[in-house]
């Protein structure tokens, strides 16, 4: 089975390691899609982004639980474009996008599972730190 899950991952830390190692025991392949620099400005002009999309992509490929790593626009459009079984989110993925991409699995018969979030650890949090 093939398991995808979306994120900007530019604050790349322990919780999204976690999210990959739980989600790629979901299934026996695991697709994580990274969002395109220029989509997350369109919604967030201000984002200071630590990595390129080249540069966030390429960490998340070093890691042993991904299998295939690609970029992204916007979820709700773009998994209508992947081969996948599970559609793995975050807690904290709740947006109006993220809402229309679960109602498309569900409606495409592709099971959706929401993970907690990692104890004591967010990206929003790394950045309030800095």
């Known amino acids: 089975m093939k398991v995808v899950t979306f ?3 530019d604050y790349l830390h322990y919780g ?3 999210l990959f190692e739980r989600a790629s025991k979901l299934g026996d392949y695991l697709i994580v899609a990274v969002q395109k ?3 997350i400005h369109k919604t967030k002009p201000d984002a200071k982004m630590l ?3 080249e540069q966030r992509m390429e960490f998340i490929g070093a890691i042993r639980f991904v299998d295939k790593v690609i970029p992204y626009t916007q979820v709700d459009i773009d998994i209508k474009t992947i081969d996948f079984d599970v559609f793995v989110l975050g ?3 709740n947006h109006a996008g993220f809402q229309r991409a679960i109602e498309w699995a569900k409606a495409n018969n592709k099971e959706v599972i929401r993970l907690e979030r990692t ?8 950045k309030k730190d800095k």
């Not at 104890?119 to 929003?124: A, E, H, L, N, W």
């Open 7 to 9: 994120g900007v991952y």
């Open 91 to 93: 807690e904290d993925q």
């Open 37 to 39: 620099d220029e989509e």
């Open 51 to 53: 990595y390129s999309l």
């Open 16 to 18: 999204h390691l976690k």
């Open 119 to 126: 104890k004591d650890i967010s990206s929003s949090q790394i």
